[in-house]
T-cell receptor
């Protein structure tokens, strides 16, 4: 039972354009959401997060949007840069503790020059 | 500050063998969690240790076990290896009380079972 789903295994975007990565979840008890970025041969690194009491969080070129009624979150990257090419994982945290994150399958983003 | 260190980085085993992976967390981090990454499945939570106690456990069979030492270093063990255990095993550490879910991951141990 995949509680966090990233339905697009891959995404290709032109440099300078907006990249939009999507994530859906099924458990309404999740109250904290995160995005991680992973380069080959490296561990995932934290990118940005959002609490369920907010619907938007921005950090530089990265913005995460949360639609609780639709159980959907998205990560916007604008403008996209070649260094953004990586696998992006969304993750959700249950209220009883952030230590047991539930991750999606990941989306491989490729930024084309 | 040194990052999360995992050893070995790569290893090859055969079915039926057992394997032990090691993880040294960031200094001062008391929580260590383990994840399995396979293609198409993303990262799946194995277990989490805090102060030498297993605090959370994922849905993996009993062949997967772990422990944490007094210096917060952690090991995970997989016994009676199966082909499906081939994966990247990631360790992550975090500080107690940091309710942000921000985990610091190591580079992983890539296990191949033949």
């Amino acid at each position: 039972d995949q509680q966090v789903k990233q339905n697009s295994p891959s995404l290709s975007v032109q440099e300078g354009r907006i990249s939009i990565l999507n994530c859906d979840y099924t458990n309404s008890m999740f109250d904290y959401f995160l995005w991680y970025k992973k380069y080959p041969a490296e561990g995932p690194t934290f990118l940005i997060s959002i609490s369920s009491i907010k619907d938007k969080n921005e950090d530089g070129r990265f913005t995460v949007f949360l639609n609780k009624s639709a159980k959907h979150l998205s990560l916007h990257i604008v403008p996209s840069q070649p260094g953004d090419s990586a696998v992006y994982f969304c993750a959700a945290s249950p209220p009883q503790g952030a230590q047991k994150l539930v991750f999606g399958q990941g989306t491989r983003l490729t930024i084309n020059p | 500050k040194a990052g999360v260190t995992q050893t070995p980085r790569y290893l090859i085993k055969t079915r039926g063998q057992q394997v032990t992976l090691s993880c040294s967390p960031i200094s001062g981090h008391r929580s260590v969690s383990w994840y399995q990454q396979t293609p198409g499945q993303g990262l799946q939570f194995l277990f989490e240790y805090f102060s030498e106690t297993q605090r959370n456990k994922g849905n993996f069979p009993g062949r997967f076990s772990g422990r944490q030492f007094s210096n917060s270093r952690s090991e995970m063990n997989v016994s009676t290896l199966e082909l499906g255990d081939s994966a990247l095993y990631l360790c992550a550490s975090s500080e107690w009380g940091l309710y942000t879910g921000e985990l610091f991951f190591g580079e992983g141990s890539r296990l191949t079972v033949l």
